[in-house]
């Protein structure tokens, strides 16, 4: 089974930075991708970010532009989510998720069976 624990949550000023980490406690993820979605309020889930298997190949949503970057520890259970430049509408509730079906970057929640509690980010002027 997999149990996912998010860190790095917080409170920013428009244009700061975050990191967010999120790591496999059973460390039983290393042949799934893992990656982030996020839940702002009144909106529904929306992909953020995905990393294969390998942590070799990436899948990052159109509206990142380059500001976050996904990345993938060496033992492969834990990912990271590096958060630049960010906007108030970033301000939402971040989920780790494993697929526990494919060791693709996919962006649809539905090849997402395991999420962590979430952690909340909030971007502020």
């Known amino acids: 089974q997999v149990q996912l624990v998010e860190s790095g949550g917080g409170s920013v000023q428009v244009g700061g930075s975050l990191r967010l980490s999120c790591a496999d406690s059973e460390r039983t993820s290393e042949s799934y991708a893992m990656g982030w979605f996020r839940q702002a309020p009144g909106k529904g889930r929306e992909f953020v970010a995905a990393v294969d298997w390998s942590g070799e190949h990436t899948n990052h949503a159109d509206f990142v532009k380059g500001r976050f970057t996904i990345s993938r520890d060496s033992d492969k259970n834990t990912v990271h989510l590096q958060m630049d430049s960010l906007k108030s509408e970033d301000t939402a509730v971040y989920y780790c998720?494993?697929?526990?079906?494919?060791?693709?970057?996919?962006?649809?929640?539905?090849?997402?069976?395991?999420w962590g509690q979430g952690t909340q980010v909030t971007v502020s002027s």
């Open positions: 998720v494993v697929s526990g079906l494919t060791g693709q970057a996919m962006a649809d929640s539905r090849w997402y069976h395991y």
